[in-house]
């Protein structure tokens, strides 16, 4: 693990269990230099305990570079609550990990992310008031799906020359809050939508309300279509699933979608524009860092709206520098962190 710290430049990593509730939380703390560390807390099963603090180690991280490139004055962090069978006071762990970040003293500020939502913040608000998206202060997932889709159109602009989606194929991974708010989107621009989810109530639900065409979930990565759009769970782009991608471009939510820089590099080699997910996914950042901060609606969809061009500025200098948009946007976030 200390290996994997030193590699990221995580500042530090915190463990908490709580023997009443069975809590078994980690918060990883990537970068406290520009503010607070911020970012949301995972509430996941993990096959072991290490896979989830490599979870919230290399999460944390991309919550920096997202922070840095956004120009929002917070650090990264990452919490991960791990998730056990069976839970008999949800409210209560959720206070218990709250008591926790009290702890922390203000160097990490949570918030929602896959498997937790704003009442859990709301029972974590009861013991701190470094959380964020309490059911007051607001769901950043659709704000996360806003820019998603800016995103969207931004990279069908960079790679297929319009950023008119309609009748663009488009295959969407996950239909979870933010996955199904982004093909929401998508289908009120005339996209036609590709979808897959381990829920199949979800997918149902898609087929019914937008059209969307079911595809088996192993099957969609493969399958032809002009973006695909992963909004599901993070490392889904390795060596073996790019190979098999078909597809113009890859632009979707999901955290962590890389399993390494160089399977960007293999990307970019096959001619797959792919927008880095820390730049694409911001939304929901930039939503609760601006409401923690008390800024106006109006303040916050303007910075929204930079999210396309900021994804369009980094294509530019990947073209220009013939490098991945990965790496183009990894060096301008160290750049801004470590100047
Ligand atoms: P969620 O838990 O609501 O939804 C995830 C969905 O993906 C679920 O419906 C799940 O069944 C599905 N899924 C998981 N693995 C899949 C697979 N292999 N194939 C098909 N479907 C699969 O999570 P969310 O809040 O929508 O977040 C989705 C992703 O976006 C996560 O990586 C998250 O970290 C990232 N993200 C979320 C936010 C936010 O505000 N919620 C902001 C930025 C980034």
New binding site residues.
């Given amino acids: 693990m200390f290996a994997l710290m030193q590699s990221t430049r995580t500042h530090a990593l915190h463990l908490a269990v709580d023997p009443v509730t069975g809590l078994r939380a980690v918060v990883a703390i990537h970068d406290c230099r520009a503010g607070p560390a911020l970012g949301?807390c995972r509430y996941l099963a993990y096959p072991d305990d290490e896979s989830a603090m490599v979870d919230a180690i290399r999460l944390a991280q991309g919550m920096s570079f997202k922070a840095a490139l956004a120009g929002l004055p917070f650090g990264g962090g990452k919490a991960v609550i791990i998730r056990s069978p069976h839970v008999e006071n949800r409210a209560g762990l959720f206070e218990a990990f709250g008591r926790f970040i009290e702890s922390l003293d203000g160097r990490y500020i949570t918030a929602?992310?896959?498997?937790t939502s704003t009442t859990d913040m709301d029972c974590v608000a009861q013991q701190t008031r470094h959380v964020t998206s309490t059911t007051a202060a607001g769901d950043?997932?659709p704000?996360?799906a806003m820019g998603v889709f800016a995103g969207i159109r931004a990279t069908a602009m960079a790679r297929l020359g319009t950023d008119n989606l309609e009748g663009l194929r488009i295959a969407v991974?996950?239909?979870?809050?933010?996955?199904y708010a982004v093909a929401e989107q998508l289908h009120a621009a005339g996209a036609e939508l590709l979808v897959?989810?381990?829920?199949q109530g979800?997918v149902q639900l898609a087929m019914e309300q937008l059209a969307a065409h079911p595809i088996e979930?192993s099957a969609?990565p493969s399958t032809p279509c002009d973006i695909f759009a992963p909004?599901?769970?993070?490392s889904?782009l390795n060596g073996q699933s790019v190979s098999q991608l078909r597809c113009a471009a890859v632009a979707g939510?999901?955290?962590n979608q890389l399993t390494s820089l160089q399977v960007a590099d293999q990307l970019e080699k096959r001619g797959i524009l792919y927008a880095p997910d820390y730049v694409i996914?911001s939304?929901?950042?930039i939503y609760v860092a601006l409401k923690h901060q008390g800024e106006a609606v109006g303040t916050i969809t303007a910075h929204l709206a930079r999210i396309g061009t900021r994804l369009t500025e980094v294509y530019a200098h990947a073209q220009a520098e013939k490098r991945s948009p990965a790496r183009v946007a990894e060096a301008l976030a160290e750049k801004l962190i470590y100047a």
């Fill in positions: 949301g929602v992310d896959s498997g950043p997932a704000h996360a991974q996950g239909l979870g809050n933010v996955g897959s989810d381990l829920d979800k979930p969609l909004c599901g769970l993070g889904i939510s999901a955290n996914n939304g929901g950042l």
